[in-house]
């Protein structure tokens, strides 16, 4: 690990201005439980840190809409067993303890879940080619062992899948996440926060230079909708997902009349299902509108020569989600 200048900041302002100041590239510190991980393997090599583990953003408040405002300091763990969390938004709930063990939900935050980076075998290899952290050099895993990569929205320079599970339910609630930096503060709906690879896999969100999360809004519409969160791995525990699927439908009269669909495991971001939704919208929720909507979705996805088993897999856990919520076996 290489030696950095280490700054405890105690409120917003002066982290931002903190920040600011380093004349070396500098990053926040929260829980640490990726940060700390990219710093010992040389990947990040932040010539600052900004302690951020003091500021007042670990509440969970009520908003007028019905909605709830999450703190970006609110530990995973506290944010899971919440009553309000549980009560109104299950899903979330659930996607976060399928999520690392214990003692790392004790320690990660809710902003640091969102700034996350990949797990791709490549991405932590310093041997090998690897666009997001060494941007030009190539990517290793297109021809190499690729079974846990993305089959949608990937690009020639990466294909790398995001880890988290809590931004699979966060997108798929239709959260905003609220942001304070040297410009003032701004709101940026959740779909608009992680970004596909593109021409530039290295960057991650978009986020603006010292930008600082201060707190993530679920809105009142989303709230008390049957939902639930299917993860499906290699393994029962402590393992990423191959494919999971947070899924909110509510049926009356016999008809959809509201549907949130988002994916993990399969793409470089929370991937939201928007073509499957649009066509299980106002129509019967059947286990062949289900498939349709399902093969509607994936339609576009890319296999590579390890990984096509996801876009079957990808299917049935869709169809499973959704057939499930449409007999009210989920909450």
Not at 73 to 79: A, D, F, G, P
Not at 290 to 306: C, I, K, N, Q, Y
Request: hydrophobic letters at 45%; aromatic letters at 6%.
């Amino acid at each position: 690990m290489n030696p950095f200048h280490y700054v405890r900041a105690s409120d917003t302002p002066s982290a931002i201005r903190a920040l600011a100041d380093q004349a070396a590239p500098a990053r926040f510190l929260a829980g640490g439980t990726n940060l700390i991980d990219l710093m010992r393997e040389g990947i990040e090599r932040p010539g600052a840190i900004v302690d951020i583990t003091r500021l007042p953003l670990a509440g969970i408040d009520e908003l007028p809409d019905g909605g709830v405002r999450i703190g970006a300091m609110v530990r995973n763990s506290h944010l899971a067993a919440d009553r309000t969390i549980r009560d109104r938004y299950p899903l979330l709930s659930q996607a976060i303890l399928h999520g690392a063990s214990a003692q790392l939900r004790n320690m990660a935050t809710t902003g640091g879940n969102l700034m996350q980076r990949t797990r791709c075998y490549y991405f932590y290899d310093g041997a090998a080619r690897c666009n997001k952290r060494e941007p030009g050099s190539g990517c290793d895993a297109m021809d190499g062992f690729n079974r846990i990569h993305a089959i949608l929205g990937a690009s020639p320079l990466c294909i790398a899948t995001h880890p988290s599970d809590m931004c699979v339910a966060l997108a798929a609630l239709n959260a905003t996440v609220n942001l304070a930096g040297p410009s003032g503060t701004r709101t940026l709906a959740f779909g608009a926060f992680h970004r596909l690879p593109g021409e530039t896999p290295d960057i991650d969100t978009n986020l603006q230079p010292g930008e600082l999360i201060t707190s993530v809004d679920l809105p009142g519409a989303s709230a008390r909708l049957p939902s639930t969160y299917r993860k499906v791995r290699d393994r029962a525990s402590y393992a990423f997902a191959l494919v999971s699927v947070a899924a909110a439908l509510r049926v009356e009269g016999g008809v959809v009349r509201d549907v949130r669909l988002a994916l993990g495991g399969v793409a470089h971001k929370p991937w939201r299902a928007a073509a499957a939704e649009a066509i299980l919208l106002g129509h019967a929720p059947t286990p062949d509108a289900f498939a349709r909507a399902a093969d509607a979705e994936l339609a576009p996805a890319v296999p590579l020569a390890r990984n096509g088993f996801k876009i079957a897999l990808a299917r049935r856990v869709i169809i499973a989600t959704l057939s499930e919520l449409a007999v009210g076996g989920a909450r």
